[in-house]
């Protein structure tokens, strides 16, 4: 198999200065946060628009959102005009064809939360209505739902064969750091990467992370 260097995806940007600095460093997508039961990042919608519109030409624009709505997610994204939609919660079957008639210019990304090997029949049911998935950490059962940013890690062997069983592109999150990073695209081999915290210091981007994330793609 030819190696094809994974894209990266910076989740929790919380300014446009925080866009800029992620673009610098080689991001080709940024993920902004709207309104979550629990996790880091949240943003306003005023904000989350200001900063999909500051971005240049060819940045995937990723709004978070955990609402299981259509309507819901279609008003979001009217709002604040980003060009991705990263629906972070389970959603009807019948949502993603109202999203799809409504936003037919936006890209449906849909997270599977790894739990174990009932992940790979998720994700296989939800692969024919989605343009990718991505692959986290949180666990959506909880009384407070973990919809993201937990900073965990999670069982790559399911997430290789969940993308060796699907014909969509596989984002991988979930604890990523410069540290692990190498490992985890030698095991998933994945088409692209989503990190947060791992490089962070004290909920910020921090320029030394993220320059030691690039280096060990």
Known sequence: MNYQKPRVKICCISSMEEAQIAIRFGASAIGLVSEMPSGPGVIPE????????????????????????????????????????????????????????????????????????????????????IDAILLDSGNPSLPTKELGGTGRTHNWSVSRRICESVHVPIYLAGGLKPENVQEAIEQVQPYALDVCSGVRTNGRLDKQKLESFFSHI
């Not at 009807?92 to 999203?99: C, E, Q, R, V």
């Open 46 to 129: 005023e904000l989350i628009r200001e900063i999909a519109q500051s971005v240049p030409a060819g940045i995937d624009t990723f709004l978070l959102t955990s609402k299981q709505n259509p309507e819901a997610v279609i008003t979001q994204q009217r709002k604040t005009l980003v060009n991705t939609i990263q629906l972070v919660d389970t959603f009807p079957f019948s949502g993603y064809a109202a999203l799809r008639k409504a936003l037919s210019h936006i890209r449906i990304v849909q997270v599977i939360h790894v739990l174990g090997d009932e992940s790979i029949r998720d994700a296989q049911s939800v692969a024919p209505y």
